[in-house]
């Protein structure tokens, strides 16, 4: 009897050991696999950094492409601002060169020439703009015929700019005859003043 009691003892304490160590195993387990999924703290600390930085940096990067554009920018308007400044001083000179004319004659004169060349230059690089020829006379001859030679005078430039290469179309001629005078007195050094094409781009 005794010994039967002494079996049944030992079974049970076998028994219980056995649970008791299969349950601290699995603890050990769950902990072990728990531990492996938690993200290290340190990693997840720089991981967080990093992207308020990546977004700074593009930030920063966006900012010098548009101060780049910025710069540009001001370059080509620069640029466009001095090829204006160079086209109005050349259309100044352009305007204020006049051709003159000996005494009743309409044909130019050879120191002419190089200034209606120039004047073809400035029209072929700026093939939008028009040009008026406005041939003039002093006072002597009658109204009639000075119109008539104001107009010749005016052909004369006209044909030679032709002759450069200028379309006729962008060129038109008037003649105003003895009625704008630029020098007002009755001798040759007022005349020869009023022997002349002026020259009037159209814009």
Do not use: H
Not at 15 to 39: D, G, H, N, R, W
Not at 80 to 91: F, T
């Amino acid at each position: 009897m005794k010994r039967n009691l002494v079996v049944a003892t030992l079974v049970v304490f076998a028994f219980s050991s056995i649970f008791l160590l299969s349950s601290c195993a699995k603890k050990q387990v769950i902990t072990e696999e728990k531990e492996m999924e938690a993200p290290a703290p340190e990693v997840a600390k720089e991981e967080k950094a990093a992207v308020p930085a990546a977004k700074e940096e593009k930030m920063e990067e966006a900012k010098i492409e548009r101060l780049k554009e910025l710069e540009e920018a001001k370059k080509q308007e620069a640029a466009i601002d001095e090829e204006k400044a160079w086209m109005e001083r050349r259309a100044a000179k352009f305007e204020a060169e006049a051709m003159y004319f000996d005494f009743d004659k309409s044909f130019i004169r050879l120191e002419y020439r190089p200034v209606l060349q120039e004047k073809a230059a400035f029209l072929k690089d700026y093939p939008d703009m028009r040009v008026r020829i406005e041939g003039n006379c002093d006072e002597r001859g009658t109204n009639e015929y000075n119109l008539a030679l104001g107009e010749r005078r005016g052909s004369s430039a006209k044909n030679f700019l032709i002759s450069l290469g200028i379309a006729a179309d962008r060129i038109e001629t008037i003649s105003y005859g003895e009625e704008r005078p630029r020098g007002l007195g009755r001798n040759e050094a007022s005349w020869s003043q009023n022997r002349r094409d002026d020259f009037v781009l159209v814009r």
